[in-house]
């Protein structure tokens, strides 16, 4: 009895043993978060500038760093329109009908999740490679898919599958269909029902799921890796890049990579944006 006293609220205020436990707690949480998230940030933008100014705009400006920059901000400029409108249809389909296979395309959304991007790589390789299932074929048709502009695609396109759907459809779950039904029977017709009822309901939601699927294409490591043959200034994004000139140029790397360290910096700052304006909206189901 005497264990329960001590963590039962006196008067309606929490007893001073369960404030002690709550501070212990939180100053845990905010050590163990400096420590891997904001002092390992941090180091990144000091080493950048170590050397000062000039040489992290001379490092950034190399044309190998803003051939990467290009194809980085070219991958993902492809990548999450694609996934934009392949969440979308998909969150409709898994909310909307009930058909056989159901169950299989919500394992299928879910499928990058488990995969190691290495080893989607892997699979572009044996499908699209030279020597693949379809590499003959598109050699002898003047395609080349891997270790160019296409294969950094399709392995983009493979990691960030599951950002926008699993955005939409709790939300969509949560929100029901009475709205488009009550608008089917006043006589609008799909695209219509679709515009002016689902999309506005679920427009911050999408929002924040080309957010995310964005922050990712961006920071794609593992599979573009694999499909890109490492040629600088032709197929190397900028983590394929950082990772080169990591082996090289320690200083140049970092300069490199606080691009990266940026860009999530900015997602982060957009994220808690759109979860303090709209977080019942986005959090819905959650």
């Known amino acids: ?41 941090l180091a990144i933008f000091a080493e950048a500038f170590r050397q000062g100014v000039a040489f992290f705009l001379d490092a950034i400006r190399q044309p190998d760093t803003l ?15 694609v996934n934009l409108v392949f969440g979308l249809a ?11 296979g159901k169950a299989l395309l919500g394992a299928l959304i879910d499928l990058p999740f488990s995969v190691s991007p290495v080893v989607a790589g892997m699979m572009l390789i044996l499908v699209f490679g030279k020597y693949g299932w379809f590499g003959s074929w598109l050699e002898a048709h003047g395609w080349q898919v891997i270790f160019a502009l296409p294969g950094l695609v399709l392995a983009t396109v493979f990691v960030t599958l599951p950002f926008v ?27 219509q029902i679709f515009f002016r009822v689902t999309l506005p309901r679920v427009r911050w939601a ?27 200034g032709l197929t190397n994004t900028l983590p394929l890049q950082v990772d080169q ?36 909206v986005l959090h819905a189901d959650h």
């Open 1 to 41: 009895m005497a264990a329960v006293a001590a963590v039962v609220s006196i008067g309606g205020r929490p007893s001073w043993s369960v404030r002690g436990a709550r501070i212990a707690l939180v100053v845990a949480a905010v050590t163990v978060l400096a420590w891997l998230l904001v002092l390992p940030l």
């Open 245 to 280: 000139l990591y082996e090289e140029n320690f200083s140049a790397a970092f300069a490199v990579a606080s691009l990266l360290a940026l860009l999530t910096l900015v997602t982060l700052g957009v994220k808690r944006v759109l979860e303090w304006r709209h977080g019942e």
């Open 206 to 232: 999408l929002l924040y799921g080309v957010l995310l699927c964005n922050a990712r294409a961006m920071g794609e490591f593992g599979a573009v890796y694999v499909v890109s043959g490492h040629l600088r």
């Open 165 to 191: 759907a699993r955005e939409l459809i709790p939300l969509m779950q949560a929100q029901g269909s009475e709205q488009e039904e009550a608008a089917l029977t006043l006589g609008a017709n799909g695209w």
């Open 90 to 100: 998909a969150a409709w389909a898994m909310t909307h009908f009930h058909f056989r």
């Open 67 to 81: 051939a990467a920059v290009r194809l980085t901000l070219t991958v993902a400029a492809i990548a999450v329109p």
